[in-house]
């Protein structure tokens, strides 16, 4: 992970301004010699956003028949070292803790009954997932394409995200109003969605 990188569009990426965070993020690789990482530019997830709804609403009506849920969190698998596949798993709560980016520790309180049982699988960038696989940066500039790249994805991810909890609203979805937070595995930025 290039925090360099990411504190350039993670103020966006906070107020859901996900098209200026990928404008950003695709111009600087843009800027950089074509590899195969390049093939990220404008590969939008939003065609997932529907069927992200529905496992969510899955998700939450399974798990409310025991609980009261009061949050959702949601993780990308951290991709760039897991390429076989890439997914989302889902963790339900019966408490808000909040955002605070110094004190996220209630996100870790959870059960094998409030986890999800299957993940939603992304598809849609294999060529990503073989490049993550198999390039080796020996480049600065290969590892400045591997490093935009990765941004990329988790804005995208991100903005899938936000688009699925968008949708939930406008086809009135019982998960719809709760809070919803969301982050690529062992990343400690996370955003949340109201």
């Known amino acids: 992970m290039n925090f360099d990188f990411a504190e350039q569009i993670n103020p966006y ?7 200026t965070a990928i404008s950003i993020a695709e111009e600087a690789l843009q800027n950089i010699p074509t590899t195969k990482f390049h093939s ?3 590969k939008s997830l939003m065609h997932h956003a529907v069927g992200l709804a529905n496992w969510i609403g899955n998700f939450h009506e399974s798990v409310s028949e025991g609980l009261e849920v009061k949050a ?17 798993d889902g963790f339900a ?3 808000d803790g909040g955002l605070d980016p110094e004190d996220m520790d209630w996100l870790s309180e959870v059960s094998l009954e409030t986890i999800t049982t ?3 699988v ?3 960038y294999e060529i990503l997932q073989d490049a993550f696989e198999n390039i080796e940066p020996d480049t600065d500039e290969l590892q ?17 995200m ?25 990343y400690d930025f996370i955003v949340k969605s109201v």
Request: charged residues 25%.
């Open 13 to 19: 990426l906070e107020k859901h301004d996900h098209p």
């Open 40 to 42: 990220i530019l404008g």
């Open 72 to 88: 959702l969190y949601f993780e990308m698998n951290e991709f760039d070292i897991n390429t076989d596949m890439w997914y989302i």
């Open 93 to 95: 709560f019966s408490e």
């Open 118 to 120: 299957e993940e939603y």
């Open 122 to 124: 992304i598809g849609g």
């Open 144 to 160: 400045d394409a591997r490093d935009w790249c990765e941004q990329i994805v988790i804005a995208r991810f991100m903005e899938l």
């Open 162 to 186: 936000r688009a699925a909890h968008l949708e939930a609203k406008s086809q009135k979805m019982n998960w719809a109003n709760l809070p919803l937070y969301y982050t690529e595995h062992s």
